[in-house]
């Protein structure tokens, strides 16, 4: 009985270790970069009108400054835009828009923890590589699912299944509006248009036939 009880007392420990560390690894991840990975999360999911819009009384988060007026730098627990998000009942986005997913709550937590810095072009992008579930999918959940959701389908698109991108681009306004071309809304709404490199590889799978691969 006793060295079953010693036992449990180090498989404790060793997981708590294991736990702590595999925590702190994943809170350091280099790749949390403000405009790849956390500009694009308030734009598509905070900013639509009525929200945290340009110009809006409630905070603009389009943009690094609008943002940092509810951020304190290195410190998540004392920033507003991190309190209303996590916890058992957060508060934002409201329950009737798009959530928040836990990797994006996880991104923006980090982010601030590591300083929130306005850091561009720090995530690898390669134009020779263009999947769709690898590349081109996780370029429109990141940038555009948060109005063009199936609940919330902004000008009636909802970007969030493959059926629903590709309905959009043989429509004919799908690559119009990320090349920000006249005759065509310019997307992401409120937001910088993505960049070069994004647009590439969006490009060279829609000329590739838009696989479902
Ligand atoms: C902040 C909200 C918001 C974000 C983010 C957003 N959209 Fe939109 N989008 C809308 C709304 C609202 C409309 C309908 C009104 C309009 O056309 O401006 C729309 C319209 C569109 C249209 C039709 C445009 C046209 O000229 O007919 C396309 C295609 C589109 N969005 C694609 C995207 C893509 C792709 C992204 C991501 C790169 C994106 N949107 C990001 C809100 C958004």
């Known amino acids: 009985m006793k060295i079953i009880a010693r036992v449990g007392v180090i498989l404790i420990f060793v997981g708590t270790i294991f736990f702590l560390t595999t925590c702190t690894e994943k809170a350091m991840d280099p790749n949390v970069c403000f405009n790849e990975n ?32 509810d951020v304190t730098a290195k410190h998540p627990l004392r920033s507003s835009v991190y309190t209303v998000i996590s916890g058992l009942n957060p508060s934002m986005p ?9 990797q994006e709550i996880f991104y923006i937590k980090a982010w601030i923890s590591m300083g929130a810095l306005n850091q561009s072009n720090c995530t690898v992008c390669d134009t020779t590589q263009f999947k769709f579930a690898t590349d081109v999918q996780p370029i429109i959940n990141n940038w555009c699912v948060g109005c063009h959701s199936t609940s919330n389908a902004g000008g009636g698109y909802d970007l969030s299944t493959y059926a629903g991108i590709v309905h959009s681009i043989t429509s004919n306004r799908f690559l119009g509006s990320i090349k920000h071309s006249a005759g065509y809304s310019a997307m992401p709404q409120n937001g910088n248009q993505l960049s ?11 000329n590739a036939g838009y696989p479902n691969n």
């Open 38 to 69: 956390i500009l694009p999360i308030f734009v598509s999911k905070c900013s639509m009108s009525g929200c945290h819009s340009p110009g809006s009384r409630r905070g603009d988060f389009t943009t690094y400054e609008g943002i940092m007026r």
């Open 94 to 102: 409201p329950k009737n828009s798009a959530q928040l997913t836990t």
């Open 196 to 206: 070069g490199c994004q647009i590439s590889k969006i490009q060279s799978w829609i």
